[in-house]
């Protein structure tokens, strides 16, 4: 090795420093070490050398070879280097624009309340009953102790069908006496029956079909203790903990004593607004013990047996979980309106 | 019912302050709709004394006249009246007050005066008062005391919400009375004094005594001319009651506040004897309204030689009814059966006041009770003589009625341990009197009938907050949903998270909304007293009711609509209702302006979507396009849908885009419309296999021929025979002038070592060789 390499290794480093580019250093590397290069040539002529001198000729540009590699591995890393800063730079996006969202709906705010309280009260044993939707008006009022021209029916104004005898229901009651009726004797008779009902009315709070949830228990010695503890446990699953609720004697023709359930108002916490009319209260559900009539066209003998019900407004309880004062937006099914709802995160978790 | 409370001081001396009333009657279950303070009005009208009195110096018939007010304040007013003379004392309103009749007073100038409000007649403060134009104070009031104070302040009145059980007997000040005095133990006065009847029994008969059990009959002559007391007139015009002359004032009076109707006719129009009896098929009269009544013998009438004179216990007729002039009167009171009144009323749709209590039921003790109270009253009345002439009672109070007495069930239906002392005295304060086992029932609680309703009364009274919560002891398993339901309730989940927005609309419709041309198979379930026309009606298809929300939605604004909803339909089969579940999904098909921009996949999200709740909850649908599909779905891009035993359950596909456009505000509608929706396809379980350890291959196939169907390519290649065909893809579709190409990726894999590529080409050339079977060539051979 002598001068000879010297100049070699500095034209390298010469020609490196020049390129700009990975594939002008390709180009160099093939220029020295491709097959027709440079180093390759040289090392072809080493074989040519007298056998004393061609294993130290050897060495020697093998070692030249491995530097002039090192050399050029070296510039290649430098190049990608700076190709892959400009990349980067190219490829510069404004991550301020917001992500495209899934796009993932919601369920109705009603389907939501009554799954709501079908979990609570399926957690506390119940099991869910249903019944038509058209329904006979013996099983919507005969059964429930409402005779034809019983005052209760001016206050259910009903919805009357081509075929005789047949009404839309006016509440889920009718599903007590079909579930006591498929309990055929058996206790105790634990339901829950949600659904639709009809009523002929349609103002800001009241719509001609709304949804009820019915509640029924029917065992030896149910009392009215058991109702009103029964009902704090679901006002608080439902609504917490540091809710109020009121029971209020009330009159319901298929329940006695009947009582009507009243929790805090979420608009004002209690301390009185336009939502509750000033009282602090709203009234979510009315309830009662069985009355011995419905018991017994249940097929249960109300000497041996007693029972709650209660009936609740899944409508009434939306409203009270997201503070409407306008039931009659919950059935124009604006987007606009039910796409709120995905910013709802309160609690109750929906 | 209206109920003031500076009313209840005539039974409840004690009285407790407003909020406290308002706390028992919600314990009591009396709901308070509304509470409002009333008088206020009354505030700015002051007592002022006529200190001077001159002619209008412009004007014959007026006066000016110098008042003296609060602190010696003096005004000059100019009056029309003829009375309010010097030293008499009159009502006076300054500017700014507001009358009754809405009129706000101000400064006017009466000819040439300047005149400051006026001096008041009792009409203008909406009173009653006999004598001149102004209305003279004869009491002994200061000066600058305000009307307000004179009538005894600022009253609270509440609007009472009475359930029908309540109705029956707390429809009176004196019934709300009592229930206060009871839970609070507060002292009652108890209006039980009874008047004599005399026995003229050629006055009245009764003929239907089932109807009618009691009936008394005062005659009355009345001389002079008497006006209401103040206080009776400020009660009855707080709770809305109109004045109309002293003996009605004074029935209206007793009506509400005891809760017995009372009536009183023209005696000099009566040809007696009046008869109770019923009505005769076709006989009529007119009514105190004015209004004709067809009565028929359901009808309880009472009625003269000459014909009815009053629908009983409804509304008195016009023949014999009182007039200002009437002074000679015959007064009734009786008790008729609460289920012929309410019939009666309800047939010939009247709502009156006596009609409100005698159809609930009232007190047939109170006969009595109410005739003394009226005459009572009547003595009141400065100016009018009153003398009493014949007079006569028929017919007898019933009994009262008893029932067992049945603590230790009162107890269980309670869930209380409350002692059977503690539940007597309870009963007692409600007047159920306990004797030995059994416990009789006040005469106007014709609610009560059983242990039940004694339970309810104990409750009410001691608070429904001192009953205990308990659960009950039965044991507790969790629930949980069954089958049918929990795929309704998975149905929703998935198309929720696919998207797709639930909705919930009402199933009422008529034909008249039937925008697509659905065309009517089957029997509706009709609604025979529909809100509205357009409601007439139950659907017996969901999807036009989905569509009228995605149109409503669109007609608000230009939004992409993703909506479903899972709903009953209803059918009338062999005169019986059915009510299947239906499935009905709708959504505009436009790409959204956004940025990054998205893909325009058409229908093709909306198939995706149902073929992916299709294998989710095993639907077992299967689509064929050229089944049935409705007129008003686009031909070229629609599909029937079958279940998995053949049955035709709906179809999805685009609204033809002119329907689409006219009727729902959108281009392109994509559909599904399914119903009965239930799962029709075994669920499937078992092994999931583990992927191959060996690579795969894949090649890309560009087909052309006529009538080129993805589903026939799919059959023929998987019917080809290729051993290691792993899976297909379509990656392209190109139409031309050539026609129509379709590019699909086959990929192959072998479980147990690595394919050569001769092995692939064999396979694949089997695949080629099949579709050209079927007239389907490669691309550019
Ligand atoms: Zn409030």
Redo the contacts between chains.
Sequence with gaps: MGEDNADELRELGEQLQDASTVLQVQEIRNAWLGRKGIITARLKGVALLPVEERRQAGQQWNSVRLAIETMIDDALARLQNQEEILQLEQERLDMT?PG?E???????P??RVR?LV?DV????????SYG???ESEWYNFEALNIPP?H??RD?QDS?????PN?V?RTHTSPVQIRGMQAAAGQ??V?IIAPG?VYR?D?DPTH???FHQIEGL?V?H??????L???L??MTKDLLGSDIRT??????FPFT????EVDVTCAACNGTGCRVC???GWVEILGSG?V??VVLRNGGYDPKQV?GFAFGLGIERLAMRIFELDDLRL???????F??RFSRYTGRPAL | MKLSHRWLTRHLPDVPEPYVIESILIQMGIEVSAKESWGQDFAAVELVRVVARVAHPNADHLSVVTVEGRAGTMTDVVTGASNGMVGEYVWYAPPGTQLPDGRILDTVNMRGIPSPGMLLSASELGFQEAGGDLWVYRGDRPVGTTFLEAIGGVDTLYELELTPNLAVFDQSVLGIAREVAAVLGLQFRDPSREFRYGTDGNLVGIVDPMGCPVYGLTELRLEGDGTTPLWMQVLLRSIGIRLIHPVVDITNFVLWDIGQPLHAFDADAVVLPIEVRRATDGENMTLLDGSLCTLTPEDLVIADQKGPIALAGIMGGDRASVRPTTRHVFLESAYFSAAGIFKSARRHRIVSDAAQHYGKGADPSMVVVAADATLGLLREVSGLATRLERSTLQGKVPNRREIAFEPERIRQILGVSWSDQQIQEGLGRLRFEVRDRSVVIPWDRHDVMATEDLSEEVARLRGFDQIGATLPSTPTRPGSRDSEVSFHENLRDKWAALGYWEVVTRPFWDRSRDVLGLGFEGTPVVVTNPLREEESELRRDLLPNVLEVLAYNRGRREQPVSIFELAPVYHQRNGLPVEPMALAVAEVLEVAMQYPPAADVGIFRLKGALEWVNRQLNLGLHEDPSGPIPGFMHPGRSVALYNASDLLVGYLGEIRPRLASLKFHAKRIGVISLSPIVPSAPARGGVILAPSRYPDVSRDLSLMGPNLSYQAIIKTVSQSGALHLQKMRLIDVFAGDFGKSVTIRLIFQSMTRTLTDVEVDQEVRQVVDALKQQGVSLRGQ
């Design positions: 624009i495209i899934p796009a993932v709906a919601l369920l109705h009603l389907t799954r079908e009260f399926l957690r506390m044993g119940f099991t869910l038509p939707e058209v021209n005052p209760a206050m919805f009357f069908v081509d075929i047949l839309l206790l105790p634990k639709r002929r349609d719509t001609p079909m228990v065992d010695k149910i009392s009215l203790a058991d009103q503890g029964t704090l446990a009121r029971f209020r004697p009330s009159y006695e004593p009947s009582m009319k000033g009282t013990m009355h011995p007693t919950l059935y124009q099914n604006d987007l606009e039910l796409s």
